[in-house]
């Protein structure tokens, strides 16, 4: 349990940092993390990746606030797109943690390191997203954010990994992109959480702690370290430029993907 616990404050620093420097929401590095540990915390394997994506989710409401409040108070959010937006990211959301619940927990695991593995490959060879200046229309706003919306919870991401390229078609400020694809984390992320509550009430293989498919003490642990990390990466964000992090970052999540595609 100690090193569960030590496990849980190491991630949730690292998942905080990038939710502030990428705008991702650290979903994408909490789910295996939690895969890992739960397993050898002896939890039941049929449970384990959907409590992992749904702790993961839970956790992001709250990074997710604290990231997007720090890009708000720099004025790099944009209320109006988050608007367009909002009805797809919650229909898609719902649908998203629907789809996670029929699939069985290993080919989750498996499904979810496939995905690490693209969108590493994405990070690492994409290059600055060109801007096209164009002003966002409400239906393509409101498709992209069901897509956005479904994707991420159904891995348990913040959504960052599709709505930063999203954004970036708009803006020639990558810092508004980051910042307002921060704020579509935070209701695909609290949509998903309440989500998988109700979906995995009444699980009989869930352990102890947990509510539904949400883990309560890794939550707890997690947030601990998250929150204040993620203030530290948007001052990241708007200081460094973060090309080659996101390439480490990439590298660990091919490693990552491979592990869990592999068992």
Same mark, same amino acid.
């Given at each position: 349990?100690?090193?569960?616990?030590?496990?849980?404050?190491?991630?949730?620093?690292?998942?905080?940092?990038? *939710?502030?420097?990428?705008?991702?929401?650290? @979903?994408?590095? +909490?789910?295996?993390?939690?895969?890992? !540990?739960?397993?050898?915390?002896?939890?039941?394997?049929?449970?384990?990746?959907?409590?992992?994506?749904?702790?993961?989710?839970?956790?992001?409401?709250?990074?997710?606030?604290?990231?997007?409040?720090?890009?708000?108070?720099?004025? $790099?959010?944009?209320?109006? =797109?988050?608007?367009?937006?909002?009805?797809?990211?919650?229909? @898609?959301?719902?649908? @998203?943690?629907?789809?996670?619940?029929? +699939?069985?927990?290993?080919?989750?695991?498996?499904?979810?390191?496939?995905?690490? %593995?693209?969108?590493?490959?994405?990070?690492?060879?994409?290059?600055?997203?060109?801007?096209?200046?164009?002003?966002?229309?409400? =239906?393509?706003?409101?498709?992209?954010?069901?897509?956005?919306?479904?994707?991420? !919870?159904?891995?348990?991401?913040?959504?960052?990994?599709?709505?930063? /390229?999203?954004? $970036?078609?708009?803006?020639?400020?990558?810092?508004?992109?980051?910042?307002? $694809?921060?704020?579509?984390?935070? /209701?695909?992320?609290? #949509?998903?959480?309440?989500?998988?509550?109700?979906?995995? =009430?009444?699980?009989?293989?869930?352990?102890?702690?947990?509510?539904?498919?949400?883990? =309560?003490? *890794?939550?707890?642990?997690? #947030?601990?370290?998250?929150?204040?990390?993620?203030?530290?990466?948007?001052?990241?964000?708007?200081?460094?430029?973060?090309?080659?992090?996101?390439? %480490?970052?990439?590298?660990?999540?091919?490693?990552?993907?491979?592990?869990? #595609? #592999?068992?």
């Amino acid at each position: 349990m100690l090193t569960a616990i030590l496990i849980y404050l190491v991630v949730g620093a690292i998942a905080g940092v990038l *939710a502030g420097v990428f705008g991702i929401g650290g @979903g994408i590095v +909490i789910v295996p993390a939690l895969v890992f !540990t739960f397993l050898a915390q002896d939890f039941a394997p049929s449970v384990v990746a959907h409590l992992a994506v749904g702790t993961s989710l839970a956790t992001i409401v709250v990074t997710g606030a604290s990231s997007a409040w720090g890009h708000w108070q720099r004025g $790099s959010v944009r209320r109006d =797109w988050l608007i367009l937006m909002l009805p797809g990211l919650i229909v @898609g959301g719902v649908l @998203g943690v629907l789809l996670a619940s029929s +699939i069985p927990g290993d080919a989750l695991t498996r499904l979810f390191g496939v995905f690490a %593995i693209v969108m590493a490959l994405k990070m690492a060879f994409a290059g600055q997203p060109a801007t096209q200046g164009r002003a966002p229309r409400r =239906w393509p706003m409101t498709l992209a954010g069901a897509v956005i919306g479904g994707v991420s !919870t159904l891995f348990g991401v913040g959504g960052g990994v599709m709505s930063v /390229p999203w954004c $970036s078609r708009f803006t020639s400020r990558m810092t508004e992109a980051v910042g307002t $694809s921060s704020a579509i984390g935070l /209701p695909i992320a609290l #949509i998903g959480m309440i989500t998988n509550v109700i979906v995995g =009430w009444g699980e009989p293989d869930l352990p102890a702690g947990a509510t539904g498919f949400v883990m =309560w003490p *890794a939550f707890l642990g997690l #947030i601990v370290t998250s929150v204040p990390m993620a203030r530290l990466g948007v001052k990241i964000a708007h200081a460094l430029p973060a090309r080659t992090l996101r390439r %480490i970052f990439a590298l660990l999540l091919v490693v990552v993907g491979i592990k869990l #595609i #592999i068992g």
